[in-house]
C-alpha cells in the first residue's frame, strides 16, 4: 500500500467553492482529496485527485479519514446537503480529524423583490395555487416528488439530468445547467409565461440571475429556507477557507516536529 502524506486534506464537494478551494490547496502545494457525492451523471470535476461515492455514513467516512491519513476536512457540499454535513460532523468527533464549514452566504431580498419564505418544498408546493399559473421549478430533481401532488399549475422544471417520476403532470422539463445570465433568464421567463419562480436559497452567483429576472418580470418568488446543520467552525469564502487549512497544517506540522 502506497504511503499517503500526512497532509491530506478532503474536501466533501459538489459546489463550485468546492473546486475553487481544490484549485487553490493545488496551487498552495497541500494534497488535497475532492470528493463527490456521484448523483450528476458528468458531474464538473474539481482538478486534482477525485473520489466519487458515499462513504457508507458517519462510520464509513471516520474509516476512511482514518485509513487516508486525512489531516483536515472541508465540507464545501451544497447548503442543502443535510446528510453529508451531519456525517462529517459526527466523523470528526469520532476521529478527531478538524472540521470546517464552507458555505457561501444565502440571498437577501432587495428593493422590488417580492419574496415567500418557506421552511420545505412541501411548504412550497402548497403555497403555489395561490400564487400563480405558470411556475418556473429550480429547485433540483431529487425534491419534485413534493410538487407532484399539484395538478392545477403548469411548471417549468429546470435541472441537471432527466429527473425521475413521480412528476407534476403539467410540465416541461429543461435540462441544463449554471451559470445563467439576467439576459436568458428573462427571455426563458418571457417566452414560457412564468408568474412564480422557486428556488432553494442556494445563495452565490451562479444561479442568482433568475431572482434579477423575476423582480424586473415582477414575479413572485417563493424561496426554500435551508435545513439546520450541525454547529461546526464555519467560513463563508474560499479564501477564509485555505487560510484555515494552512493553520491547522502548521500546527500539525509544528506538533511533528
Ligand atoms: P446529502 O443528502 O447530504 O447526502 C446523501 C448521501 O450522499 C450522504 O449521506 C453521502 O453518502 C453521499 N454524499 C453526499 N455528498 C457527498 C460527497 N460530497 N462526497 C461523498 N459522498 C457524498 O446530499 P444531497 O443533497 O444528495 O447532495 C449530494 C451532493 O450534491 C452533495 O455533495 C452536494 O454538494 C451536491 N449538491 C446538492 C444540491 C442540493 O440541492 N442538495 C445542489 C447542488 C449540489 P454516505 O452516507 O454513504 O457517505
Not at 466519487?52 to 462510520?59: D, H, L, Q, R, V
Amino acid at each position: 500500500m502506497t504511503e499517503r502524506p500526512s497532509e491530506t486534506v478532503l474536501v466533501l464537494g459538489g459546489t463550485s467553492e468546492a473546486r475553487a478551494l481544490a484549485a487553490e490547496l493545488e496551487r498552495c502545494g497541500v494534497r488535497a482529496v475532492s470528493s463527490l457525492a456521484g448523483r450528476v451523471t458528468e458531474p464538473r470535476l474539481p482538478t486534482g485527485e477525485v473520489r466519487i461515492g458515499g462513504f457508507g455514513g458517519p462510520e464509513g467516512l471516520a474509516a476512511w479519514l482514518g485509513r487516508e491519513g486525512v489531516a483536515a476536512v472541508v465540507d464545501a457540499t451544497h447548503p442543502f446537503a443535510e446528510r453529508i454535513g451531519a456525517s462529517a460532523a459526527s466523523a470528526s468527533a469520532a476521529t478527531g480529524v478538524p472540521l470546517l464549514r464552507l458555505e457561501r452566504p444565502g440571498w437577501r431580498a432587495g428593493r422590488g423583490d417580492d419574496w415567500r419564505w418557506v421552511d420545505s418544498l412541501e411548504d412550497a408546493a402548497g403555497m403555489l395555487p395561490a400564487l400563480g399559473e405558470r411556475v418556473f421549478l429550480t429547485t433540483g430533481r431529487q425534491g419534485l416528488p413534493a410538487f407532484a401532488p399539484v395538478t392545477d399549475v403548469w411548471f417549468l422544471i429546470r435541472c441537471v439530468d432527466r429527473p425521475d417520476p413521480p412528476l407534476p403532470p403539467n410540465a416541461e422539463v429543461l435540462l441544463d445547467r449554471g451559470p445563467y445570465t439576467v439576459d436568458t433568464e428573462r427571455t426563458l421567463m418571457r417566452t414560457r409565461g412564468i408568474d412564480v419562480l422557486v428556488t432553494k436559497d442556494s445563495g452565490g452567483r451562479y444561479t442568482e440571475a433568475k431572482l434579477t429576472a423575476a423582480r424586473e418580470l415582477g414575479c413572485p418568488v417563493v424561496v426554500v429556507r435551508r435545513p439546520r446543520r450541525p454547529v461546526v467552525t464555519t467560513v463563508g469564502t474560499v479564501a477564509d477557507a485555505l487560510a484555515w487549512v494552512q493553520s491547522v497544517l502548521r500546527h500539525d506540522d509544528g506538533m511533528a516536529r
